[in-house]
């Protein structure tokens, strides 16, 4: 093979190969050198994520493509009692210093337990086999400081998308009520401060903790930062997004019962007053805190509260909110963004990066077709269907009255795989961007209105013996299927 050729491989062994794949290394209990249990979390497509029992602190979050999306400074201590600068430590159940006790409360201190039989959460709040569940209980020494009996547990799970998800559950096990904060001090990587904005806090009061906690009230646009900034978002709404112009991403913060948001830079002169942080550190982290600050929660006795984090990253589109959802009317393809959307909508699609490009598979096929298009080949022929869509949908309607067995396999199927789970995938979310082949666009907008049966889909039948492999791989259809799902590559290349 050259540089620049493809290989596609559509079939359900794929699937099947994913599942396995899954269940055998998405939770891994380690140590860490000072003899501390950690979880690996990982999911199939390679994102991952680390989670320290010392605090229940997530130290680590990585994309697929392996890329680390929380900050760790390069002088963070990694020996209890202390947290770690970095990743996400839990303040709990004090904030800063609103209380009498230690600053940001004790539980990212403490040692937690993997907590092997947990009440059940809702089935959304683990869609893949990559969570752990942590439990945190006060010890005697802490009932002397907060005499509160509590049972703190902490699922941090990794989404089949690679979005990383902390779901917090808080039961008062004592016969009186007590009130809590509660933040995920959550230390985002980024480029550069002076390259990022923050959205979603636009004219809302914020508290001021270097005057004092003073209350003031932010401007219309969104936040950017030149100074040291320690502040306390008041009422927010449950998304916030932090863009990073240079690195070309976007995190996306989504939470439940948290109204509040942290957000701290030190700056020059604060970086170098903490003894495990970098001089030059606060250039590259930024930390926007999901949180419950300024009306502590009460738990009446027996009662639980419940929270919810989500993390997701995305490379940066243009616009700075979100397409709207559920439609799909509108397409946004770059090319910079088609690896990590595959990520995204990895429930959608399979995805196959070959030459970095990511070519999109889905639904079953009746037959492997593993198939090589030389580069000159597939150029030539690209050229021949670029003088527009019609062109393509003629070859796709000639494709389907020659071949309509292989039709139905690698078009017609697939549109239905993906119109319904695009479907089910545009439910869940608030917006959903989908990088499609071209060829399947029309299949896909049928299917969106009618009723799919996605069990009988996922059924493989007996292969029908009209139409045998060779037969397929010896088919004229079989380039024009080829090309229209190569399609995808192409625009995502010219766009
Ligand atoms: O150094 P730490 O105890 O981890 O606290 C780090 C920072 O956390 C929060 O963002 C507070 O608002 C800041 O005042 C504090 O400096």
């Known amino acids: 093979m050259e540089p620049g050729d493809c290989i596609i491989d559509g079939g359900n062994e794929w699937y099947e190969n994913t599942e396995r794949r899954m269940q055998e290394t998405a939770v891994e209990v380690t140590k860490d050198r000072n003899g501390t249990d950690q979880v690996l979390l990982r999911n199939p497509r390679g994102a991952s994520a680390r989670v320290s029992l010392h605090g229940g602190q997530v130290l680590s979050w990585r994309a697929d493509r392996g890329e680390e999306l929380l900050f760790t400074s390069s002088k963070a201590v990694f020996k209890p009692p202390y947290a770690v600068r970095g990743g996400i430590p839990i303040c709990f159940p004090q904030f800063g210093q609103r209380g009498s006790l230690e600053q940001h409360g004790f539980a990212r201190n ?90 979603g806090l636009e004219t809302l009061d914020y508290l001021d903790n270097l005057c004092q906690r003073e209350r003031f009230t932010e401007q219309g646009d969104a936040l950017t930062f030149e100074s040291e900034v320690d502040r306390v978002y008041l009422g927010s709404r449950d998304v916030i997004a932090i863009f990073d112009h240079e690195r070309k991403r976007t995190f996306f913060i989504r939470k439940e019962g948290l109204p509040d948001v942290g957000v701290w830079n030190p700056w020059e002169k604060k970086s170098k007053a903490i003894a495990d942080f970098g001089d030059e550190e606060y250039k590259q982290m930024l930390c926007v805190n999901g949180a419950a600050v300024e009306k502590p929660i009460t738990l009446k006795p027996g009662e639980e509260w ?187 290349n010219k766009i």
């Open 110 to 199: 403490r040692t937690w337990i993997i907590d092997e039989n947990p009440p059940p959460l809702h089935p959304n709040d683990s869609d893949g086999k990559a969570y752990i569940d942590l439990l945190l209980k006060p010890s005697e020494d802490d009932l002397k400081i907060w005499p509160h009996s509590f049972e703190f547990r902490l699922r941090v799970y990794l989404t089949t998308d690679g979005n990383l998800s902390l779901i917090s559950r808080i039961r008062n096990i004592n016969c009186k009520p007590f009130s809590f904060s509660i933040a995920y001090h959550t230390y985002f990587s980024i480029s550069d401060i002076s390259e990022v904005r923050v959205e």
């Open 306 to 492: 419940t929270g919810r984090l989500e993390l997701s990253v995305v490379p940066s589109m243009h616009q700075s909110t979100p397409p709207p959802s559920k439609t799909i009317d509108q397409y946004v393809v770059a090319p910079c963004i088609a690896s990590t959307l595959a990520s995204k909508l990895k429930n959608s699609f399979s995805s196959i990066v070959c030459n970095n490009q990511s070519v999109y598979i889905s639904g079953k096929s009746r037959a492997l077709i593993m198939y090589f298009l030389p580069r000159n080949w597939c150029e030539a022929m690209l050229k021949d269907l670029d003088d527009g869509h019609d062109k393509l949908t003629r070859k796709m309607q000639e494709l389907n009255e020659e071949c309509p067995t292989l039709f139905e396999t690698i078009v017609d199927e697939r549109d239905q795989y993906m119109s319904s789970t695009l479907l089910s995938v545009a439910r869940k979310h608030n917006s959903v961007v989908a990088v499609v082949g071209r060829g399947h666009l029309p299949g896909i907008q049928k299917y969106w209105k009618q009723p799919v049966s996605i069990n009988e889909l996922m059924t493989i039948p007996p292969q029908k013996p009209a139409l045998s492999t060779g037969k397929i791989l010896a088919s004229p259809g079989f380039a024009i299927a080829g090309v229209a799902i190569v399609w995808g590559i192409y625009l995502a």
